[in-house]
């Protein structure tokens, strides 16, 4: 239908006509509806398109992404035209696939353009320069004219903006904007990461000029109409680097035997007011990022760091949920309310597990004073998990591997963190408390900010139980949905066993990524009807958003009126959130996977340990026991010439009839290590 006619459907009239008009154009930029040749507007899936995310390949060739198909497109390098990794797009399919193979399409229109910067190393010539992209899955370099180049040498890592983009046959143009330092320089590397993912890095002035007008301690007038705990035992439990604490916990035994469990969360919205800039600056980064070097918050240290952040022995606001909950798990009652809390002490996690496991020590000897509170939350937190183990959550209890760093921020060893006694009572109060606070808001039927762990896709599922049958493993009950708990049995049986690692892993990629909504859909992986985020509003928007909600709510109610700007809102705030964790996420896994090759750079001709984790048609990666991951490329493997089974994830041998597949223990020789690129690549020593 043209323009007019759906004006006329829609019996849309006076001012709305040129608003109806803007959202028409709004909904063919995303993508949503298409706009003919002849200014008719229809639905991609008439014309026989679809609308996605351009996911490239360093081969050249990519896969359209759709939220509309079960299966990704293919697009071959030669039907790319000109669209990069990470643009929307629309893609007309050319063949439909069969035998297992995916839809083949080619691109037909760019929607919107993800990469308007590029950050790589330059090269040059006598007449031009080129950025070579760090990322590989842009695969083709920039071109940039002499005049343009800003005097950057051959090896710096630069920053180019892009000025024409590529055609069939022609290279991106740009112009260099940036340059970040030698690709050798010791902090070019991290860097860089932080300009292609596009982290800001420093605050506005007038965000920081906001945060320095804010007091640096709490006045007798803020106190005013909060419950006043600044004389009850409360205490931080954290990371010994951690600055921004923002969750306290307090617990008592009642003379029934029920625990009193006090969460008690910093009131970061009593300094961040709605729209003010340092909230706009904080829905824009939405998250902290913690990458391995530094951190970048979402939040002014002057906040973050201090009047925020529940430090001991000084008033601080809070928000806090105080719950009832008898000896078998079961909450009895619970209460929403503003506090004042001065925190007794600022505990570390390696602190609190000494102290539960009687480890004597001076540095623990000002503690006795509290121990029994703590001996009580291990009571409470086994309680806790117990509930919820039987109504059937997952628990990944994966390795979390952390990189230690020297002065001159260099990689000097990669730990694997143990998951303590005391990680598992703060995980088991927060999660309890996101609970009580998602569904309490549920039924009060208020706009708010879910966060949802949808069901899993069952086709996924039943390929990964196809994995795990060869390892004599499977899921019981798989059929049109499934439930977590079957999962958990799951997990529980691999316990102990040498493929634990690897069904974890395949199993978190058969799942859903969990995400922000406005919608209450559960959370699977949980196996909680109700689940939101409350207990870090530091360094997650949600968290901040909700208590500001919340706080509204409890001071008088939410009109209808008030109910109707709400929902915009949250939706804005989810859908924000959501896309800027994923961002962070893959920094922070960047970072990472540089900084472990940095550290394995110097470790090459040496021998490991490790277990086969994954298999594909070029080869299978091996994990070793610090978590670091490498390729065995197949073409090393010179004794025989080898099959790959994918549905089994198995290389066999022609002549030999040997094996390698998931699980198998090996041993690898570190033969190649490309840092900017953190791959890691070893060679087989030996099938144990």
């Known amino acids: 239908m043209k323009e007019d006619e759906l004006v006329k459907t829609f019996q849309v009239k006076g001012k709305n006509i040129g608003k109806f008009i803007t959202y028409l154009d709004e909904l063919v930029e995303e993508g949503r509806i298409m706009k003919t040749r002849h200014d008719k507007y229809a639905l991609p899936e008439k014309l026989n398109l679809v609308v996605g995310i351009l996911d490239m390949t360093k081969n050249g060739y990519g896969f359209v992404v759709s939220k509309t198909e079960k299966e990704d497109i293919f697009i071959p390098a030669s039907k790319i035209n000109g669209a990069m990794n990470g643009d929307t797009v629309v893609a007309r399919i050319l063949s439909k696939g069969a035998f297992n193979k995916k839809n083949e399409g080619e691109i037909v229109k760019i929607s919107k353009r993800k990469n308007e910067m590029i950050v790589g190393t330059f090269e040059e010539n006598k007449n031009f320069g080129f950025v070579v992209p760090d990322d590989k899955k842009m695969n083709t370099d920039v071109f940039i004219p002499k005049t343009e180049a800003m005097n950057a040498k051959a090896g710096h890592k630069v920053v180019a903006a892009i000025t024409a983009w590529p055609a069939p046959g022609r290279n991106p143009e740009g112009k260099i904007v940036e340059i970040l330092g030698d690709k050798d320089d010791i902090g070019t590397d991290i860097l860089s990461i932080i300009r292609r993912h596009q982290l800001p890095e420093e605050f506005p002035q007038k965000v920081l000029d906001e945060a320095e007008r804010v007091e640096e301690a709490v006045s007798e007038s803020e106190i005013e109409g909060r419950r006043d705990l600044r004389n009850e035992k409360i205490v931080t439990i954290d990371g010994a680097d951690a600055k921004d604490l923002d969750d306290a916990v307090s617990i008592k035994k009642l003379e029934n035997g029920d625990f009193l469990l006090g969460v008690h969360i910093a009131d970061v919205t ?28 979402m939040l002014p240290k002057r906040l973050s760091n201090g009047i925020c952040s529940l430090n001991p022995r000084v008033d601080r606001l809070t928000l806090s949920v105080e719950m009832q909950i008898d000896k078998k798990g079961k909450l009895i009652k619970y209460d929403i309310f503003e506090s004042i809390i001065n925190s007794s002490e600022r505990m570390t996690y390696k602190d609190v597990t000494a102290l539960l496991e009687n480890e004597k020590s001076p540095e623990l000897e000002k503690y006795e004073y509290i121990r029994d509170m703590f001996e009580d939350m291990r009571e409470l937190s086994s309680i806790i998990r117990k509930n919820r183990e039987d109504r059937g959550a997952i628990d990944f209890d994966l390795p979390e591997a952390k990189v230690i760093l020297n002065e001159e921020r260099e990689a000097v060893d990669v730990v694997v963190e143990e998951r303590t006694v005391s990680h598992k009572i703060i995980e088991d109060f927060m999660l309890i408390c996101n609970e009580t606070v998602a569904e309490h808001i549920f039924w009060l039927k208020i706009p708010f900010v879910y966060r949802v762990h949808e069901m899993p896709d069952i086709e996924k599922l039943e390929n990964f139980n196809n994995l795990v049958h060869n390892l004599g493993y499977h899921i019981k009950g798989i059929g049109t949905e499934v439930h977590p708990k079957a999962l958990r049995d799951l997990l529980e049986k691999v316990k102990g066993h040498k493929e634990e690692l690897f069904v974890h892993t395949l199993m978190l990629r058969s799942l859903k990524q969990a995400r922000y909504s406005e919608d209450n ?113 197949v073409a090393s493997l010179d004794d025989d010439y080898y099959n790959y089974d994918g549905d089994n994830m198995v290389f066999t041998g022609e002549r030999t009839g040997k094996r390698y597949r998931l699980g198998d223990d090996v041993k690898v020789l570190l033969i190649r290590v490309d840092v900017p690129q953190g791959e890691i690549d070893f060679e087989l020593e030996e099938l144990k």
């Open 521 to 633: 859909l559960g959370h699977f992986g949980l196996a909680a009807k109700y689940y939101t985020h409350f207990t870090s509003p530091i360094r997650r928007y949600p968290d901040l958003q909700i208590h500001r909600i919340i706080k509204e709510y409890l001071k008088g109610g939410i009109t209808e009126g008030r109910k109707k700007a709400l929902s915009a809102i949250v939706k804005n705030t989810a859908e924000r959130s959501s896309e800027r964790e994923r961002i962070a996420m893959e920094a922070e896994r960047d970072t990472d996977d540089l900084k472990k090759a940095e550290y394995m750079s110097h470790h090459v001709g040496e021998v490991f340990d490790g277990i086969i984790t994954s298999v594909t048609s070029f080869g299978f990666f091996v994990q070793l026991p610090n978590t670091i991951e490498g390729l065995v490329r």
């Open 270 to 297: 009593h300094y961040v007011g709605e729209g003010a800039k340092m909230d706009k600056e904080a829905l824009k980064r939405a998250t902290s990022v913690y990458l391995a070097d530094r951190v970048i918050p």
